[in-house]
T-cell receptor, first 118, second 113 residues
Framework: AQTVTQSQPEMSVQEAETVTLSCTYD???????LFWYKQPPSRQMILVIR??????QNATENRFSVNFQKAAKSFSLKISDSQLGDAAMYFC???????????????FGQGTILTVHP | NAGVTQTPKFQVLKTGQSMTLQCAQD?????MYWYRQDPGMGLRLIYY???????DKGEVPNGYNVSRLNKREFSLRLESAAPSQTSVYFC????????????FGPGTRLTVL
C-alpha cells in the first residue's frame, strides 16, 4: 500500500522569506502524480501544485515550486516570498496515474501547519 | 458554476442517530469520493464512485454507506452514529479518464455526542 509521510507537524516563516515543507512517500508504482493541497482556516481544500512522476522537470506555480526526487521518493514544497495569506495547513498527496482500478484515489500525508509571522 | 457543494456545513448528532451527508457537483465529473479528516491523520478515503452506478470501499468504510444517486450526486449515510465518527467530511469529484485532479467541497463538520 502507498503511504505518504509529512514529518513536520508545524513550521513557521517570516513574511517575505522562504520556507520548505517536506514530504516522503512509499510506492512500488512508476507512474503516479504528487500534489500539494492548501487548507486555510476556511477548511476549503485548494490545489497548490501538481507533479507528474514521469516528468523530470520540477513543477512551479508562481511563488510555489517543488523539489521532486523520484529515486529518493521525496517531494518537498518551497514557498518563496511568503505572505500572510500562505498561512494554512498543507497536505502532500499521492495518486496512481488514473486508469485501470486506481480511479484516481488520493493518499494524503498527515499535514503541516504553516504559520507566517509579519 | 458552483463546483462541489455539500450539505449541511455543520451537524451535531447523538450516539445512535442516523443522518445523510449530501454532495453534488455540476462539472459533469464521472468520479466522486468521500474522505474524512481527523487531526494528525490527514484525509482518509471512505468510499468512492468511479462512475455513475458504481461504488466501492476505500480505506475506512466501516459504519458508512453511500449512494451514487445520479451523475451529479453522491451521498454518505451514517446509520447509527458513534463518537468515533466525529470528524470533518469532504466530498470530491474528478473528471475521469487519465485526469487525476480532484475538486473538493467545503466540508461538513460532524460531532457525535
Amino acid at each position: 500500500a502507498q503511504t505518504v509521510t509529512q514529518s513536520q507537524p508545524e513550521m513557521s516563516v517570516q513574511e517575505a522569506e522562504t520556507v520548505t515543507l517536506s514530504c516522503t512517500y512509499d510506492t512500488s508504482e512508476s507512474d503516479y502524480y504528487l500534489f500539494w493541497y492548501k487548507q486555510p482556516p476556511s477548511r476549503q481544500m485548494i490545489l497548490v501544485i501538481r507533479q507528474e512522476a514521469y516528468k523530470q522537470q520540477n513543477a512551479t506555480e508562481n511563488r510555489f515550486s517543488v523539489n521532486f526526487q523520484k529515486a529518493a521518493k521525496s517531494f518537498s514544497l518551497k514557498i518563496s516570498d511568503s505572505q500572510l495569506g500562505d498561512a494554512a495547513m498543507y497536505f502532500c498527496a499521492y495518486s496512481i496515474r488514473a486508469g485501470g482500478t486506481s480511479y484516481g484515489k488520493l493518499t494524503f500525508g498527515q499535514g503541516t501547519i504553516l504559520t507566517v509571522h509579519p | 458554476n458552483a463546483g462541489v457543494t455539500q450539505t449541511p456545513k455543520f451537524q451535531v448528532l447523538k450516539t445512535g442517530q442516523s443522518m445523510t451527508l449530501q454532495c453534488a457537483q455540476d462539472m459533469n465529473h464521472n468520479s466522486m469520493y468521500w474522505y474524512r479528516q481527523d487531526p494528525g491523520m490527514g484525509l482518509r478515503l471512505i468510499y468512492y464512485s468511479a462512475s455513475e452506478g458504481t461504488t466501492d470501499k476505500g480505506e475506512v468504510p466501516n459504519g458508512y454507506n453511500v449512494s451514487r444517486l445520479n451523475k451529479r450526486e453522491f451521498s454518505l449515510r451514517l446509520e447509527s452514529a458513534a463518537p468515533s465518527q466525529t470528524s470533518v467530511y469532504f466530498c470530491a469529484s474528478r473528471l475521469g479518464g487519465k485526469t487525476n485532479e480532484q475538486f473538493f467541497g467545503p466540508g461538513t463538520r460532524l460531532t457525535v455526542l
